[in-house]
């Protein structure tokens, strides 16, 4: 499916009926909604699951323009108002997931949740004693005190300013799956 943007059109597939949920792929060279093929078919069970190729990547349209996080937080945010229309469940992996953070802090009325799957910012091995999923969001200091140590002071930034609630999951997608309670 497309979804025209002014900045060129994004591949997006869609399945499953359900609440929305997103899946926004990390933003390296090769990667694309594809990232969560697997992941997708299991949340489809229970969600209505779009899993979107970010401008620039996949099958998207590649404009030569200048890409940034704002680009892209603005495109998830378009995605979620025309596409979807509802708030939504967005999961999102590496610097897909500074995108999601950066569209929750501009357009907080588009998130149910947010569940960031190895986001930047994090250590690359699990710390030992430490849960492989922090919860974020407005339920208390206690658990901002246990992302603090662990997130970059962007991360931490832009986290302190959503009301969005946030899962930071060092762990892959089938710990992300658990969380949701899909078998």
């Known amino acids: 499916m497309i979804f025209q943007t002014r900045f060129g059109n994004l591949h997006y597939e869609a399945a499953g009926e359900g609440p929305p949920l ?7 060279p090769g990667e694309s909604g594809e990232a ?22 996949g099958q998207s349209d590649k404009p030569g323009i200048e890409y ?24 999102a992996r590496g610097r ?32 030992s004693g430490i849960s492989r999923a922090f919860f974020f969001g407005a339920d208390g200091p206690l658990r901002y005190s246990l992302a603090k140590g662990f997130l970059n002071a962007d991360y931490m930034r832009a986290l302190a300013k959503i009301k969005t609630p946030a899962h930071i ?4 997608c089938k710990l992300c799956q658990k969380l949701l309670n899909v078998r």
């Open 22 to 28: 997103i899946l926004v792929h990390d933003a390296v």
């Open 36 to 57: 969560f093929k697997r992941c997708a078919k299991r949340l489809a069970r229970e969600y209505q699951v779009f899993s979107v190729d970010l401008l620039g990547f």
């Open 68 to 91: 940034s996080a704002y680009l892209f937080a603005s495109l998830i945010n378009s995605f979620i108002k025309e596409v979807i229309g509802n708030k939504a469940v967005v999961i």
């Open 96 to 127: 897909g997931a500074m995108f999601a953070v950066m569209a929750a802090a501009l357009t907080p009325a588009n998130f149910k949740k947010l569940y960031l799957i190895k986001p930047n910012g994090m250590p690359a091995k699990p710390v």
């Open 169 to 172: 999951i060092t762990g892959g």
